[in-house]
């Protein structure tokens, strides 16, 4: 599967900003739909998964803010970002993969999406 990050760009602490990941195929039977994102000079980060069977799970620095998502109609995970900090600019990426056992296994891996956080 083949996917693409949107939504991305510049935009002021407290802000929001809603990131799509469009998919070139059906996405209804991907067990994990995930988010990663990696800071300048930092590791990439998992931070939030949406699994097939609705649940979902997010990194604790994230958690409270952000909102994950997946409409199989649309072949589109969304990632709704509230109450921006500084610290969570990064490249965000979406991955098709498995979650299991507590632990998330990514495949196909999209082109990143740059998120500025800055005044």
């Known amino acids: 599967v083949q996917l693409q990050a949107s939504g991305g760009g510049l935009v002021q602490p407290g802000g929001s900003l809603r990131l799509s990941c469009q998919a070139s195929?059906?996405?209804?039977?991907?067990?994990?739909m995930a988010w990663y994102r990696q800071g300048p000079g930092k590791q990439r980060e998992l931070v939030a998964v949406a699994t097939i069977s609705g649940g979902t799970n997010y990194a604790d620095s994230v958690k409270d803010r952000f909102t994950i998502s997946r409409d199989n109609a649309k072949n589109t995970v969304y990632l709704q970002m509230n109450s921006l900090k500084p610290e969570d600019t990064a490249v965000y990426s979406c991955?098709?993969?498995?979650?299991?056992?507590?632990?998330?296994?990514?495949?196909?891996w999209g082109q990143g999406t740059l998120v500025t956080v800055s005044s």
């Open positions: 991955t098709a993969g498995l979650y299991y056992n507590l632990n998330y296994y990514p495949g196909s």
């Open positions: 195929r059906s996405i209804s039977t991907i067990n994990g």
